[in-house]
């Protein structure tokens, strides 16, 4: 190895150390304002026994976007073709920007999916009908799925959480961000599109977990 | 002083170093998106030797926010009621969110005020015409400004970056945000409303510098 071939691989090290190696870094998954729906609520919005169609697989197994939207409704102001994210769930569940509490003229804090005890209910419109939620509004807090073998790789567990990097010219550091482990899970970070426009990131995006 | 006292004091000066003194904190200034824009243009917009009507003095000394507004329209979509921000400059711009960036089918890059050179331009639409910008399309750089004294005390200096940190549930770093510094400055941080929104912060937030 000559002089010019030890000083590139020097600097290609420094680069990989400086940007985290590619086995440790994490994709990005970008999410939008989207529903949930429990099967009740949907009978509601879309008729009796109504079954969602699925248009798009998303990367964690088993979850699918769904041909149909609702339009979310506030105090202030809707919000229209809102997604559904299928399958059906035991709780209708409404995650949605912090800028569209400010539009719908509702409070709402990041909490965890399923985490809906004590959250603010909201109004949702479907074309057979309408449902207002006891509970159930969220902004989703960011949030790491793993597998139990990537855990043991990135040395965490299910519901610690930990700080995530990020680099470019709006790179940073966001805290308090969950890790979710389970047996079926992609490897993803999840942020939703406030998060990452500000941090610069897309769903090409990687990021590294700092301890 | 018994030891109960002794112990309440030890643990307000351990806050106190955690959350930094309120003597070190900065104000957070939440900008949406709005327009800058030169006279040419302002007449292009709203009629020869027109005159903005100030509706709202801004925190920085001299900028006030506008009655009037304009649309903002791309090849994809467009944005109805962008306020305008006074007095007019030397140069139209056009400062909004990354997510905007998708809506209008425009691309943008984080950018400096004035640092328009190479920017994007933009079609704007006002009651008594349009004008399409050659540039001045561009995503606000986070960034702080200060007077002089102020820079002396946090120890920067105009043109230098730093990182600012955040608490609660949505805290974190945001690393790369610009001193301003200006005779005239009003000790403030700027930030828009999805790098405020990712982070929980709103107009009531502080910000504390660390290198």
Known sequence: MDKYEAVIKLLMEAVKAESGTDEFRIPV???NRHVHLS????????GQGYELTKMKELSQPGQYAC???????????AIEKVRILG??????QVEVLAADCFKLGKKSEPKMSGELAGTAGITLVGPKGSVQTK??????????HMTPQDAVKFGVHDGQTVSIQTEG??????????????????LECHLDTEEA?????GSSSTVTIVK
Do not use: W, Y
């Not at 099967?39 to 879309?46: I, R, S, W």
């Not at 399958?87 to 209708?92: E, M």
């Not at 509970?135 to 790491?144: T, W």
């Not at 426009?197 to 990131?201: C, E, I, K």
């Open 197 to 201: 426009n500000a941090m610069g990131l």
């Open 67 to 77: 041909k149909e939207t609702v339009t979310v409704c506030g105090p202030k102001g």
């Open 39 to 46: 099967q009740e609520d949907l009978d509601a919005l879309f």
């Open 135 to 144: 509970e159930g509004l969220i902004i989703a807090q960011r949030h790491i």
């Open 29 to 31: 998954g970008v999410s």
């Open 87 to 92: 399958p059906v769930r035991k709780q209708t």
């Open 169 to 186: 010219i709006r790179g940073g550091i966001f805290q308090h961000t969950a890790i979710r482990v389970t047996d079926t899970s992609s």
